[in-house]
């Protein structure tokens, strides 16, 4: 376990020295506070819902982003400079190099979805306060309950990355499969409501292996259910169901990542 923490704090050490990361940080805090400019024009609450659309946007994209870019660079830095060789060659086996790789580029993406979602509580508050709009009471919880979403899905991708990195031989090659299978699971819910109508029982079959082993990132996208307490509003029951099903996904992608990451020669 203690190899594991050393791993996790020697990966946030070294994230913090990537460009990348301060890129999209600084990306993500100018996009939400770039949202201000339209203050100008008086929408009123529909303004409150354009800003926290910007936001939420900002944190999903972006974070998905730096979840797949920001673990490959740093798993394949390790491989890359050999330095990997040093680390195995210590008391540290290669499940705690795995799984401490994961966490720590996790501790990274986590940072960045706390940043951006403190950039936009203040620029909501700080814009209803000028409308004289009575939302802000419940801004807070529905920014912190988003952000928590986004943790969830990026804990999904990023134990992806590790289970694609962890056999792959090339950092580009670990990205563009995860790209592609990012695109799959935004998008799996559809071929998945088009074979439960079907009434072959191996279509149906099909469909239920595709929703054991890919996830539905659909189900994270709970914007619009939060945003000025709409109808059908994510209850806790439902954000610890949610939080259930990404970790049920992030321990069989980081179990898969580990096997594959024993059997691998350097």
Not at 181 to 187: A, C, E, N, R, S
Not at 248 to 258: E, K, S
């Amino acid at each position: 376990m203690n190899a594991l923490w050393i791993i996790a704090l020697n990966t946030i050490r070294e994230a913090s020295r990537q460009r990348l990361v301060l890129a999209l940080s600084v990306s993500s805090v100018a996009v939400v506070s770039g949202s201000l400019l339209f203050q100008q024009l008086d929408f009123g609450k529909d303004e409150l819902k354009f800003i926290v659309d910007f936001g939420f946007g900002s944190m999903t994209f972006l974070g998905a982003i730096l979840s797949i870019f920001a673990t490959a660079q740093l798993y394949f830095s390790e491989l890359d400079q050999r330095t990997v060789h040093t680390l195995l060659a210590r008391p540290i086996s290669r499940s705690s190099f795995v799984l401490g790789k994961a966490l720590g580029a996790f501790v990274v993406v986590c940072s960045f979805l706390a940043l951006t979602a403190t950039t936009l509580l203040a620029v909501m508050l700080y814009r209803s306060s000028q409308l004289n709009l009575a939302s802000g009471s419940w801004i807070g919880f529905d920014v912190i309950v988003f952000s928590i979403l986004q943790g969830f899905r990026s804990a999904v991708l990023i134990s992806l990355v590790m289970f694609i990195g962890s056999y792959a031989r090339s950092q580009l090659l670990t990205v563009v499969v995860s790209l592609f299978l990012w695109v799959v699971f935004q998008i799996q819910y559809i071929a998945n409501s088009a074979w439960d109508e079907a009434a072959s029982k191996t279509t149906r079959f099909a469909s239920w292996v595709l929703e054991c082993c890919v996830p539905n990132f659909e189900k994270f996208n709970v914007g619009d259910q939060l945003v000025f307490r709409e109808p059908g509003l994510l209850r806790l029951g439902g954000l610890f169901e949610l939080g259930v099903y990404a970790a049920a996904f992030t321990a069989l992608y980081l179990t898969c990542a580990v096997w594959s990451f024993n059997r691998r020669e350097f």
